[in-house]
């Protein structure tokens, strides 16, 4: 739609990108992907940024990042797994939207990091009265894509 504009953007995002901290990062990923505007060069550089700050990504930043990778449907192993290792270290801390959007990116790349997946199933099952319904459709979807037991308290 605004392609050009989205261009200079992804450009400017790129010559500034060392003065992001990890919200502007996670914000700029997100926003990107909400408008279904994939730039891969600008998502790399993100993603390369972020490898070096990962520790200081708060639940919210870790979640939206994961959903904007993997709406663009860009696969970055190294950033996921680093991802994945501080989101265990932070799950008590994610909030039901967070712990649905960081199983749907899984899910939708197909990434079965299963100790990052238990520790969703968990908190989860943890804050079970605080779920939404789309976060509980989107839960049970990620397992099912990802061939994951569900345990009953998902079913009743």
Not at 145 to 155: K, N, T, Y
């Amino acid at each position: 739609k605004h392609e050009k504009l989205m261009d200079e953007i992804s450009w400017e995002v790129m010559a500034k990108i060392e003065s992001f901290g990890n919200q502007d990062l996670s914000n700029t990923s997100w926003a990107f992907a909400k408008l279904a505007v994939s730039n891969a060069m600008m998502m790399t550089a993100i993603g390369k940024k972020l490898m070096t700050m990962v520790k200081e990504l708060i639940p919210q930043d870790l979640a939206n990042t994961a959903w904007a990778f993997a709406k663009l449907e860009l696969e970055n192993l190294p950033l996921f797994q680093a991802m994945g290792c501080y989101a265990q270290k932070k799950i008590t801390n994610f909030t039901t939207q967070n712990l649905a959007n960081m199983a749907w990116s899984l899910a939708r790349l197909g990434l079965v990091n299963r100790s990052l997946l238990s520790s969703v199933q968990e908190q989860a099952m943890r804050k079970m009265s605080e779920c939404t319904a789309f976060d509980l459709s989107i839960l049970v979807w990620s397992f099912d894509v990802l061939s994951l037991e569900l345990p009953d308290a998902f079913m009743d």
